[in-house]
């Protein structure tokens, strides 16, 4: 499975981006998949997780109410919607694949990307 992520960039705080994930993988539709972020000097944190239906999603509570998540299984490409952005939210942003048909913050995740980088300035 290989994973491209896309859309980081330098946005200014309040602003909105969307980031992208294109997935090689068939069935595409058979995998959950997530995004996770690594700011400088931090672990690598859990984001948002998709279903394969697209029915279940998870949030990590940082970003509640602001991300979303949303997946196209006929485009093979998994998308974060975030708004509002703030500087906590600058990291490289990574998308990654998981086996299991649905996920949380918890479920391991198998396959993954390439990061985006989104900085957020003050």
């Known amino acids: 499975v290989q994973l491209q992520a896309s859309g980081g960039g330098l946005v200014q705080t309040g602003a909105s981006l969307r980031l992208s994930c294109a997935v090689s993988k068939r069935p595409f539709s058979m995998y959950a998949l997530g995004w996770f972020r690594q700011a400088p000097g931090m672990k690598r944190e859990f984001v948002s997780s998709?279903?394969?239906?697209?029915?279940?999603?998870d949030y990590a509570d940082s970003v509640k109410g602001r991300f979303n998540i949303s997946r196209d299984n006929a485009k093979n490409t998994v998308n974060l919607q975030m708004s509002s952005l703030r500087p906590e939210d600058t990291a490289v942003y990574y998308c990654?694949?998981?086996?299991?048909?649905?996920?949380?913050?918890?479920?391991?995740?198998?396959?993954w990307g390439q990061g985006t980088e989104l900085t957020v300035s003050s």
């Open positions: 998709i279903s394969w239906s697209g029915k279940l999603t």
């Open positions: 990654a694949a998981s086996r299991m048909l649905s996920a949380t913050s918890r479920t391991p995740f198998d396959f």
